[in-house]
């Protein structure tokens, strides 16, 4: 979300500020005179409002003041943790991570084991924040991961007897309690995972280490993100079969629910999602996948690119760079598919390709090579095709709707792929 910066002016000798509260205009000593009688409690509320309706900016004032409140000789000495953490996430929103680490090492130095309450400041948090955030990485970061982890299943194994043997209130409350636990604890098993698959990738017990991690982390929890992980820890090691499977359960939890369904992954998961199925040779699925991204976000240059990459792979093409032993499958697969469907999937890539580099040289993207791959593939598909014809007009995106200008649900649809007629949609898509 872009930040808002409000145009101040100034009258007379004072500057006009934005008050943190109602957004009108007052003079700033009224402002500073105001946040002053404010109550640290206040403050951080009034900070975290301002961090998640995407102002950080705004944000770092109170939070830095509700700091100087509590770090004083007459609180106690965890007093600060809240308003140190809320600033570490507000550096992190302001690009700012050497300032966040700072932060979070402090909040370290006030609670090293992590056993004060989460409400307090405390808890696991803050070794996953510094996880991510060590310049080091590898080992490093697996020592904040293991500390986190090591919070969070001794908050699991205090719920567990809660859920069970609590009243009833209590125990519903617990046993709430204790899914976002297990889920936080498969999560950072996760990153373990990851971790020794990327920067400890050569160490001997590598292999062993991320099937360890992994069994953990789906007995906590088996969402769909962990199931990803899984699927890519099958196909380095090469099971693919395997791999299949967990993309597979991994879909079904969600693909059913409307998309506005909290259990439906965030958009960063479910690209990652459709890179594994192309990977895994299943491709109608990552589609499937991709169109309703772009459904989403029209404007992912990443989405466009992708669901072009993925129609070539349908029609054959780059297949023969991919590896695995079960590549025969799908390559007698692509063999059977008629000359016209393949055609229709070409032109069908050529414009997800373009819509991808429009958007690119838009926004001014930064991906190097993600631009020169798909350059390279729409070079390769004009020379096959022929350069007329097919959206050469910027109106690839028009095949998204119908003569109507939309269905009456609003849904778009994507043409070209898997229909029966598919050089008749082809043609009327591209208006030839």
């Not at 099958?234 to 693919?240: A, G, H, P, T, V």
């Not at 990552?286 to 990443?302: K, P, R, T, W």
Request: aromatic share 4%; charged share 30%; with cysteine.
């Amino acid at each position: 979300m872009a930040k808002a910066r409000p145009s101040g002016r100034l009258q007379g000798r004072r500057a006009q500020a934005k008050t943190v509260l109602n957004g009108t205009q007052v003079p700033r000593s009224k402002a500073c005179k105001s946040q002053a009688v404010l109550s640290p409690t206040d403050l951080l509320a009034q900070s975290t409002n301002l961090l998640q309706t995407g102002q950080p900016d705004a944000a770092l004032s109170p939070a830095r003041r509700a700091l100087e409140l509590l770090q004083n000789p007459h609180q106690p000495n965890k007093a600060p943790l809240p308003a140190l953490t809320l600033l570490g996430e507000i550096y992190l929103e302001l690009g700012d991570p050497a300032s966040a680490t700072d932060v979070f090492l402090k909040t370290v130095e006030l609670d090293p084991d992590g056993t004060i309450l989460e409400d307090e400041g405390g808890g696991a948090e803050k070794f996953f924040w510094l996880a991510q955030l060590c310049e080091e990485g590898g080992e490093e970061s697996i020592g904040w991961f293991e500390k986190g982890v090591e919070v969070l299943e001794r908050d699991v194994a205090a719920l567990e007897p809660l859920a069970v043997e609590s009243l009833k209130d209590e125990a519903i409350t617990a046993k709430v309690k204790l899914e976002e636990k297990k889920r936080k604890l498969a999560a950072a098993l996760c990153g373990m995972v990851e971790v020794w698959m990327t920067d400890l990738s050569l160490h001997p017990d590598a292999e062993s280490t991320c099937t360890s991690l992994m069994t953990r982390a789906l007995a906590a929890s088996s969402n769909p993100s962990n199931l990803q992980t899984h699927a890519s820890l099958l196909i380095s090691q090469s099971d693919i079969p395997s791999a299949r499977d967990s993309l597979t359960r991994s879909l079904a939890l969600w693909q059913h629910l409307p998309p506005d369904h909290p259990d439906v992954p965030d958009f960063s998961t479910r690209i990652s999602l459709s890179r594994l199925l192309m990977e895994a040779a299943m491709e109608t699925e990552a589609m499937g996948v991709l169109e309703e991204l772009v459904l989403c976000d029209d404007e992912s240059v990443e989405g466009w690119y992708l669901g072009g990459w993925c129609a070539l792979l349908m029609a054959g093409r780059g297949r023969e760079k991919e590896t695995g032993d079960d590549d025969a499958m799908e390559d007698a697969k692509e063999e059977s598919r008629p000359e016209g469907e393949k055609k229709s999937l070409l032109v069908t890539g050529r414009e997800w390709l373009r819509n991808s580099l429009r958007r690119y040289e838009i926004q001014e993207y930064e991906d190097d090579r993600l631009r020169d791959h798909a350059r390279e593939l729409v070079e390769d598909l004009d020379k096959e095709l022929g350069e007329t014809g097919e959206d050469e007009d910027g109106e690839g995106d028009e095949g998204w709707e119908d003569e109507d200008g939309g269905s009456e649900d609003g849904e778009k649809e994507f043409n070209g792929v898997g229909s029966a007629d598919e050089e008749d949609e082809d043609e009327e898509m591209n208006g030839t």
